[in-house]
């Protein structure tokens, strides 16, 4: 081998080198490729639980097109409705110190 051959192959081989490091380490490299497989990962997860959330409005939107009983109760709950001439009870706890002055009195 002379001199010549000798340089391109060492050439040849430096070239190699760099077009590796390249594959690997430059922009859309291997290296990019696990971070990349995280990220879809990620992704994957984060649509799963849209999806699952987006069936649930769904089926929200369904029953207070459709339940009647299910909207009365959310009328009750949340806004507080109440039938006509239904009457409302509440209940209040009494005070601490009038159930202490109740014990002291028997």
Known sequence: MDLR????LSLAIVGMFVLLLIAVFGDKGAADLGQLKREKTLLMKQNAQLERENIEL?????RLENDLDYIESVARQELGMVRENEIILKVRKPLKSTE???GKAD
């Open 100 to 102: 202490n002055q109740a």
């Open 5 to 8: 051959q000798g340089i391109l």
């Open 58 to 62: 769904y089926r929200e939107i369904d």
